[in-house]
């Protein structure tokens, strides 16, 4: 289910959106965050999805690496006080926001990687 | 307590429980063997202790005690002594369980006699069988040899034992015991599968080659590598096992769900055993490497209209992201598709568009597409797609045409019915709607004719010239390329075709040849047509090219029918005088039909002359044989000797030369009765007459021959019965000289009749006269043994006898004879078997009499007769001689084949034949 690009969603700000440059560790902590707030959703679904964010952050490292950036595998968000109470409240909002932004996420990062981002 | 790996003894024992601290123990043991005797204290806080330096034939008392390891407390008290004893020899260790191509040692110490064997002069066996060689061995100690195996094989099971024996030995003597050596082959192929959608992985095993091992369980574990595979898989310390369950084809079947697609999971099958634990070799798989993709959907086909080519659309799957190549398969749709195969490489691609031969026929198209750079599997075929038949083109041409011109031919308005065949698939691609029939004429111009689907078209042609096509219309357009065909008075006459034959190949096939003479007009092409003239058949025709001059027609022509073949000349400018033949097919097949004929005459009359030939060689050699064959030559016997057998006057001689002297004595073969009773009857004045006859009882070869022996031999002179054939046979009295008598019979008394027909024994040859009614052959029979079952034969001498059944068809005099002996006697109303004389085959019993009355024979009886006939009736007469045997015990009647005993005839019986002989007259 894809979300309307007319109308904005409130109260989600802590999920990862479009942002115009990506670095890597940028990238790896977006990912970091999507794998967060996955693991909070029901686990049949997204399972699949969750393995592969960690191919994903295995794969930036990796091309960190091998460019010789430091890179600090992040931890994701250090907070997320409001996520409970919105998933306990607005799950399916959540569900498909978190989806829906995270496939936006990852063509933009494929674009940037393709553009030789910085570390 | 056990031995160690390493040769030590270990003892251990449990904590005991419900105990809040740690404990230390302290370790009582004493060793007891040949060598040394001591006692041991040790205090130890772990629950073992090793015993180093353990000897062979070594005996061990254990106790263990308990106490606080920290702070105060009380030794527990001892636990039971536990005792151990060294087996002589000592193998460390007891049993190793190892992999194909690896290394493994065993330890020895050996004691023999209570005296440990130097290692140096340990030697080692394999199986009691193989002496395992040197080069393999190590001295470890004074006492301890080793063995090491190097890159093993798999052991081989011998019956239930599934490990190898291996021994430790002295030079001359193995003791009992041995270490057992387990080699698995461990070597598991594992193979992985990503479905489609990217979420699972199905990996699959067989325990085919893996030996099984009891007490063993099976186990793939695998460990989880981030990203990719190493390049050498190894067994990582942390790994997780996988739960694989059995399958019907005894894979072993483990799903990964959900995965990491681009981690490299490594994997091996572990055997667990309670001699310890194999590992396989491990296998890297990289999920994204194995992928099979769905098939490529919306698959269509589809006939390209104008193009005329098979057109494939697809599209890429979602998964996977790679690059991917596609093949296609089509083929004509049915049953059993017949496919042809496509490869597109452009991963790009979507369609493809394929030549076919046949634009008018449905296909089925499939598609399937795998990894580009080749990695992973095809995915399955997508679900078939069929092209639609419809029109592709217009028409590739018009249909062919003919005319029938109905009516009178001198009138100048006709009927004319136009007929085509209509188009098939391949011209009218794919299918014909209508057909329209442009007219031309000169006074009327040109005007079109739609007669729908329909093949034959009647108009009037009134005018000198009228020029038709026919078109042929699809959904797409109306064909281009159109027969056209003028009909005109004037071209009606011209006459090019000079000669015009037809000859029948067969019954499929005529040949047509003709010639043409030179024409101002610009030849099109011939029409020919042919029809059955007698019937109202309907005609067929064909349409051949003009530089054609000889056609074959297939057809299926009736040999009987006539045919007529018409040659038309179809010019520009109209129709030409056609040239009609009646062909001469039938007369050809006729002529044919006789040639056949009179070569299955030829054959038949061939083969009967060969059958004829074969038959007469046949009979000729088995006469031949029938005859001479067993024929003894009498010039071997001492018998014979000094006698020329070429003089007829020899055999008379021969059997009075004998009759006094020989009887039976020791020089004789054993006689054999073969007869009882003969008789010859005396013959009579005249047939009319039918006065009684003496009958002479006849007894061949009877040790009674005083009584009623008789040689006919003397009576009857050398006539060679070969030539009898169309000769009168008469029996004349000697008395009065007259020769009534027409036939010589022989007339036997047999009760069992039938038998006697059955076994056709009694196919004796008998010269005999005839008696009358009153005859006292009734006398004779009733007194004799014939009543009891009497077969009676007379031996005649040729070199074609023919012995004659007694129920044969008589011949003419033969049947007035019997007319005179209708009354006679009967014993028991059994039938009375009448034998008379022929000369015949034994086997030929069908064979007719032809010692008629007409004949003039002289019968004789010389003594080679004997030899013949009887040799004749030995192989049919064996049970007449035995019955012959039976008939009593006080008359012996004998007779011996070949021999002249024969000869033996008394002087009274000599006499009875002087008086009662039988003329037989040539």
């Known amino acids: ?119 | 307590m056990g031995i160690t790996d390493d040769g030590n003894l270990k003892i251990s024992w449990s904590s005991p429980t419900l105990t809040p601290f740690p404990l230390q123990y302290q370790v009582k043991y004493s060793e007891n063997s040949t060598a040394i005797m001591r006692e041991v204290d040790e205090i130890v806080s772990a629950t073992s202790l090793l015993v180093d330096s353990v000897l062979p034939g070594s005996s061990y008392e254990v106790q263990v005690r308990g106490k606080r390891l920290d702070g105060p407390g009380a030794w527990s008290d001892w636990s039971t002594p536990h005792f151990y004893t060294i087996q002589d020899v000592l193998y460390f260790p007891p049993k190793i369980l190892t992999s194909v191509g690896s290394n493994v040692s065993f330890h020895c110490i050996y004691k023999n006699e209570n005296k440990l064997v130097s290692s140096k002069k340990i030697v080692w066996w394999m199986n009691l069988a193989e002496k395992i060689p040197q080069s393999q061995y190590s001295v470890v100690s004074d006492r301890v040899s080793k063995v090491t195996f190097c890159n093993l094989n798999a052991t081989k099971p011998r019956g239930k034992f599934t490990y190898d024996a291996v021994y430790c030995c002295s030079e001359h003597e193995c003791h009992h015991r041995y270490a057992e050596l387990y080699v698995i082959d461990v070597n598991v192929n594992i193979s992985c599968e990503t479905d489609g959608y990217l979420t699972k992985m199905t990996c699959r095993w067989s325990t085919n080659s893996i030996q099984s091992l009891v007490g063993s369980t099976l186990q793939l574990r695998y460990h989880r590598r981030s990203l990719y595979c190493s390049d050498i898989p190894s067994i990582h310390p942390v790994s997780e096992p996988k739960d694989c369950h059995l399958q019907k084809d005894g894979f072993y079947e483990c799903v990964f769900q959900p995965i990491f697609l681009l981690s490299g999971y490594t994997m091996w099958i572990r055997i667990n055993h309670s001699l310890g634990s194999l590992d396989s070799p491990p296998t890297c798989v990289l999920p994204d490497s194995v992928v099979k993709p769905l098939p490529p959907p919306s698959v269509k086909a589809e006939m390209t209209v104008n193009i005329g080519l098979l057109k494939i659309s697809w599209e890429k799957p979602i998964f996977p992201e790679n690059n991917l190549q596609f093949q296609i398969r089509y083929g004509l749709s049915g049953k059993e598709v017949q496919w042809k195969m496509y490869e597109v490489y452009d991963a790009k691609a979507k369609s493809a568009s394929l030549p076919v031969p046949d634009l008018c026929a449905a296909y089925a198209v499939q598609v399937r597409c795998k990894r580009l750079d080749g990695l992973g599997y095809w995915s399955n075929w997508s679900n078939p797609a069929y092209t639609v038949v419809m029109d592709i083109k217009v028409p590739t041409r018009g249909p062919e045409f003919w005319r029938i011109i109905n009516g009178d031919m001198t009138k100048k308005e006709k009927n004319v019915t136009l007929l085509w065949k209509p188009l098939m698939k391949n011209d009218s691609l794919c299918s014909v709607r209508r057909y329209v029939i442009n007219h031309q004429t000169s006074r009327n111009g040109t005007w079109a004719q739609d007669v729908g689907n329909h093949t034959r078209f009647t108009f009037l042609w009134t005018e000198p010239a009228h020029t038709v096509t026919i078109l042929a219309v699809n959904s797409v357009g109306v064909s281009v390329a159109n027969f056209n065909l003028t009909l005109s008075w004037h071209m009606s006459k011209v006459h090019i075709v000079q000669s015009f034959s037809a000859y029948p190949l067969n019954s499929s096939c005529v040949i047509l040849s003709w010639m043409l003479s030179p024409s101002e007009y610009k030849l099109m092409y011939f029409i020919v047509e042919w029809r059955t003239p007698n019937e109202d058949n309907e005609i067929k025709w064909l349409r051949i090219p003009s530089s054609v001059k000889k056609y074959y027609i297939h057809d299926h022509f009736i040999p009987i029918e006539k045919y007529q073949f018409s040659l038309y000349p179809i010019f520009v400018e109209g129709v030409g005088k056609p040239k009609i033949i009646n062909t001469f097919i039938q007369e050809d097949i006729e002529k044919h039909q006789n040639d056949a004929g009179l070569y299955i005459v030829v054959l038949i009359i061939i083969s009967s002359l060969v059958l004829l030939l074969g038959t007469l060689l046949i009979s000729h050699q088995r006469m031949k044989k029938l005859f001479w064959e067993d024929v003894p030559n009498p010039k071997n016997c001492s018998w014979a000797q000094g006698l020329n057998f070429q003089k007829p006057e020899t055999f008379e001689h021969l059997f009075f030369k004998h009759t006094d002297s020989v009887t039976f004595g020791p020089l004789l073969l054993e006689p054999e009765t073969i007869s009882e009773d003969i008789s010859v009857d005396a013959s009579w004045k005249n047939k009319d007459e039918m006065a009684p006859a003496t009958v002479v009882s006849l007894l061949l070869a009877t040790s009674d021959l005083g009584k009623r022996s008789f040689c006919a031999s003397d009576q009857c002179n050398g006539a060679n019965f070969s030539d009898a054939e169309g000769t009168e046979v008469t029996c004349e009295d000697e008395s009065r000289r007259q020769p009534s008598v027409k036939y010589a019979m022989l007339v036997s008394n047999s009760k069992s009749s039938e038998t006697d027909e059955e076994q056709g024994l009694i196919n004796s040859s008998v010269s005999k006269c005839f008696s009358s009614k009153n005859s006292p052959l009734k006398d004779s029979f009733s007194d004799t043994s014939w009543e009891i079952e009497t077969q009676a034969f007379l031996i005649l001498s040729d070199q074609h006898p023919k012995i004659i059944s007694p129920h044969l068809t008589f011949s003419e005099g033969l049947d007035e004879l019997l007319k005179m002996e209708g009354n006679f006697p009967e014993e028991n109303h059994d039938e009375k078997s009448v034998y008379y004389l022929g000369v015949t085959s034994v086997k030929k019993r069908e064979s007719d009499v032809f010692l008629t009355d007409a004949s003039r024979v002289l019968y004789p009886f010389p003594a080679h007769c004997l030899f013949t006939d009887i040799r004749i009736l030995r192989d049919s007469c064996s049970h007449l001689v035995e019955n012959n045997f039976n008939l009593g015990t006080s008359v012996k009647k004998t007779f011996v084949s070949y021999m002249p005993q024969f000869q033996t005839c008394s002087t009274q019986t000599h006499k009875i034949m002087e008086n009662k002989m039988c003329d037989l007259t040539v």
């Open chain 1, 1 to 119: 289910q894809s979300v309307s690009s007319l109308q904005r969603i409130a109260g989600l700000d802590f999920i990862p959106g479009l942002q115009p440059v990506l670095s890597l560790s940028k990238m790896d902590e977006t990912l970091a965050v999507y794998q967060q707030i996955l693991t909070r959703l029901p686990p049949r679904n997204v399972v699949q999805i969750l393995n592969d964010l960690e191919n994903l952050r295995d794969l930036l490292y990796l091309l960190a690496v091998s460019k010789g950036c430091p890179f600090p595998h992040s931890s994701g968000l250090k907070t997320l006080e409001s996520l409970d109470g919105v998933l306990e409240a607005s799950r399916y909002s959540m569900e498909v926001v978190t989806l829906s932004r995270l496939q936006a996420s990852l063509q933009d990062m494929l674009q940037q990687l393709d553009l030789g981002p910085r570390c």
